[in-house]
DNA sequence: TTGAAAGCGCTACCAT
DNA sequence: ATGGTAGCGCTTTCAA
């Protein structure tokens, strides 16, 4: 009994055969009392452990799940991960975690390996599924999407609203009085970042307000874009007094970028992030934000990929989990509440 | 010829034996040409893939690796994921992720998972192994070490030099002026705080600096601990002039905390922070800190793994990365050099 | 309640 | 250079 033991180990040492040995392992309560207990207590005493290749390659199955990212180092993506992992092991599932870089090629690799046998299903956080001629995506693959919208698609998705969110958050900065509030865009034309720049437009429309000229500067996502944005901003004729980044990373790039121009946040300019990231409490001063519950996300993905794949019915209607808008420090009502009015022009 | 084609198929649709299938597939050169072409082709027209399963149960292997982590919440792995992540799909493994939170029965399920088939090695970074009763380890399974230290283990090790990086922080810190330097530590005895204490400790000796009582904090690593080792050493009757803290995570509770209590970093108290975060840069001010090649380290990790899973030698001295310490915004000389000068008591 | 045996899809050995 | 085939370890019919 040289290595690891093997079913068959254990069904010579008990003096039964390998297939009760399986079903009494199982639990499936086809084995009968004096049986049962020998086996279980040889099984433990043995240290056995199924050999999962084995088993997946019987069952047609592999009890993995894959997380694919866009960018695995993006600690966004940590939190999803962790409320995904949760949920996957309760049920006995395990995560391999797939990171795409943006990269198409990648992005088909990781969809072929739903059906080579190493997942048995898959939740997708690029939003986007690879190119039609690649693969015979059907839409009835085991497949949720999280965050992003994968429009048309047919699979299960959840989403925050982040036309909603991102208007409440614009709101908010309505409500302490700013009139001239810019936006730093997401990678336009994405859906994400274009849901966050129309509930600003939204926002902006229901108050009244105008946007100026170059108040909407395009960002990437990227903290250096912030910072140029916010250079650009800084160059208008008339200045912002609040600035709506569509997430937090910008948003650490523009307050960098103000205090580095002498420009105090909140007493001169209001920011506003999108995201909460690990730690946005802990800037300073601490970051106004949407709040997404990351983890939950990540959690009610992962139990309707289980739904689907033990053949129960999967929402069709998008889910849509509550967002939270956190004030925090990085806002106040403008300067001069009267100084700002200069009247508008488009 | 429904469902997703076998080897089988391709062998009918070319006339060939399925050995043959395999051969050319694998890339063995023991097929020539004319049949070779074909059943690539062939394979190619069918979007062939081999089943993982039925490939890992033959060859006893998984091409798959696990990466075992203490929290996988923490931001701080995910750059290290990146790198193992990165060199284990370049050589065709895919990586596991696993997480203990401190918790041994998952410590121990997660080593299990080495021998079930689910993986064939693993990169440990929660700097402690299953309590030995419950496994066998024995020291020669294909296991890497990363960042913490399983001492007397028998593992290969990819290691940075804590002691040297924290000498290195408080000689920047002593450089500037400092003299009244406080240190808040990791949760100890944990090596690693260990090893960053003892260098904050060795760097003050050689410069002939006295640590006053309290300078010395205990922390856990948090945030929260941060601030409350920032109120302890601000209740002090001499109060630090500079704080050398064993992560960025504590450093910024500390100036969360200063600012609040309206004391300027770095102009009334510098602070150094390890770790170098994703952002820790784009704080406010930009933190001075040690930064760690977390990626590298990862990848370091995996080439390693992989030499030992290729049967090749493995290093049996820890391998030491170097870190940097990036001087940023946080750190500059005491207000006054001089009026610090109130000598030393022990 | 238990056993016998087929077979998941692949690779690798032994032939030819 | 190619084919035949055993067998990896498990689950699951079918029979008893």
Redo the contacts between chains.
């Keep these: 009994m040289a290595g690891?033991p093997k079913i068959k180990d254990i069904a010579d040492m008990v003096g039964v055969s390998p297939a009760t040995v399986s079903r009494a392992l199982a639990g499936t309560g086809l084995v009968a009392e004096p049986t049962l207990s020998r086996i279980r207590e040889t099984a433990a005493a043995l240290?056995y452990?199924?050999?999962?290749?084995?088993r997946?390659?019987r069952t047609?199955r592999?009890m993995?799940i894959l997380l694919v990212v866009r960018d695995?180092?993006?600690?966004f993506?940590?939190?999803v991960?962790?409320g995904v992992?949760a949920a996957a092991r309760e049920a006995g599932y395990?995560?391999?975690?797939g990171?795409t870089e943006d990269d198409p090629v990648r992005e088909t690799e990781y969809f072929?390996?739903l059906?080579?046998?190493?997942a048995d299903g898959m939740i997708l956080m690029t939003g986007k599924l690879p190119a039609p001629n690649d693969t015979?995506a059907t839409g009835d693959e085991p497949v949720v999407v999280a965050l992003e919208m994968v429009e048309g698609s047919g699979y299960p998705h959840v989403v925050i609203d982040n036309h909603a969110a991102a208007l409440s958050a614009v709101n908010h900065l309505i409500e302490l009085g700013h009139q001239n509030i810019a936006h730093i865009t997401g990678p336009l034309p994405e859906p994400m970042s274009q849901r966050r720049m129309e509930g600003y437009r939204t926002a902006m429309k229901l108050a009244g307000l105008a946007i100026r000229e170059g108040f909407e500067q395009r960002g990437d996502y990227l903290?250096e874009s912030g910072v140029q944005c916010c250079r650009a901003l800084l160059a208008l004729p008339v200045l912002p007094t609040a600035i709506f980044c569509a997430n937090d990373?910008m948003a650490?790039?523009v307050?960098?970028e103000l205090?580095r121009q002498g420009v105090s946040v909140p007493d001169d300019v209001s920011v506003v992030g999108f995201d909460d990231?690990?730690?946005s409490a802990?800037?300073?001063p601490?970051l106004t934000t949407v709040s997404q519950p990351r983890a939950d996300i990540g959690r009610q993905a992962m139990t309707i990929l289980l739904s689907r794949l033990s053949g129960a019915a999967v929402p069709d209607e998008p889910v849509v989990v509550a967002t939270q808008l956190k004030v925090r420090g990085t806002t106040a009502p403008p300067k001069s509440l009267t100084t700002q009015h200069q009247g508008r022009h488009q």
Tied chains: 1, 2.
């Design positions: 690891r240290d452990r199924p050999n999962v290749s084995a997946n390659l047609q592999s993995a695995a180092g993006n600690p993506y940590l939190e991960f962790k992992e395990s995560v391999l975690m990171n072929a390996m059906g080579d046998g190493h015979r903290l990373e650490f790039g307050i960098g205090n990231l690990f730690l802990a800037f300073q601490p």
